[in-house]
């Protein structure tokens, strides 16, 4: 059996119509309708208690779903300012003992601005990536996979290039490869199979196969600007996608295994199902 596997970010709102409430109860949930992971939200800070994510991994043992989390979107490794770099070491370092604590197996990190200067931005990112590899090896946290992002908005670090060349920079990270973020910042470059095979073979490239076989991915279709990602939308939108049937064919031709979360606007569960269809198909 393959070990892809689908699940959602956050909690959806067929999940809060049921009359669930907490996130303890979205594993049981997913589970019951036949999902297989879950990405904890820690967008706005990481706060929950050492009690709850043990609970809420125990949860996750019981009914076998796969645990990530999303790291703080403040974070911003290309900060200049070396004391707000070292905030996002913090940052990560908080997320990664919540990983520990409820037996996550990865976290998603955003790289930050791009700000005024890109290269600068990129050398401080790339001057990062050590410093932040050493402290999680000192604290014995290298075992839970941080995963860089790839961003939708064009004024952000994370275009493909960017985050496999970071990735590149340790054995241990992996990219979040976000279709919706990548298709946003190119004005709808994704379409057919071809056209996802192309970042696809890059990864490969970068990182070798054995590492890109098992990349994080996020899933949604994505509203964007001239400036890139505006807006998640739902797998109802028909116009500016990018559709995961073309993907489901090129993970299937490499055999890739990657954790595909749907950050669907609402209808996580719904569309992370419909992936897993079209995948099964
Ligand atoms: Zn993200």
Do not use: W
């Amino acid at each position: 059996m393959s070990k892809i596997k689908f699940g959602i970010a956050g909690a959806t709102d067929k999940f809060y119509e049921l009359g669930h409430k907490a996130s303890l109860e979205v594993p049981a949930y997913l589970n019951s309708i036949g999902l297989d992971a879950f990405e904890y939200q820690c967008g706005r800070g990481v706060n929950i208690s050492a009690a709850l994510a043990e609970k809420l991994g125990a949860e996750a043992k019981m009914h076998r779903i796969t645990l990530t989390i999303h790291s703080p979107y403040y974070i911003n490794i290309a900060n200049p300012d070396e004391a707000k770099r070292k905030n996002s070491l913090r940052y990560i370092m908080q997320t990664l003992e919540a990983a520990r604590n409820m037996g996550a197996v990865r976290i998603v990190v955003h790289m930050g601005s791009g700000g005024e200067n890109r290269a600068a931005a990129m050398d401080n990112s790339r001057r990062f990536i050590p410093y932040m590899m050493s402290a999680v090896r000192e604290r014995g946290l290298d075992d839970i996979t941080i995963c860089f992002e790839t961003m939708g908005k064009i004024s952000q670090l994370g275009s493909v290039d960017e985050t496999l060349e970071l990735c590149a920079l340790d054995d241990s990270l992996l990219p979040c490869l976000d279709f919706g973020h990548i298709n946003a910042r190119t004005q709808g470059s994704l379409k057919t199979a071809e056209d996802y095979e192309q970042v696809i073979l890059q990864m490969q490239n970068a990182l070798g196969k054995a590492r890109a076989k098992i990349f994080h991915c996020h899933f949604s279709k994505i509203l964007y600007t001239r400036a890139g990602e505006s807006k998640h939308l739902t797998f109802e939108d028909t116009e500016y996608g990018p559709e995961f049937a073309p993907l489901a064919k090129v993970i299937k031709k490499h055999k890739l295994e990657p954790i595909i979360i749907s950050e669907s606007r609402g209808t996580q569960d719904v569309d992370a199902l419909t992936m897993k269809k079209i995948y099964l198909n």
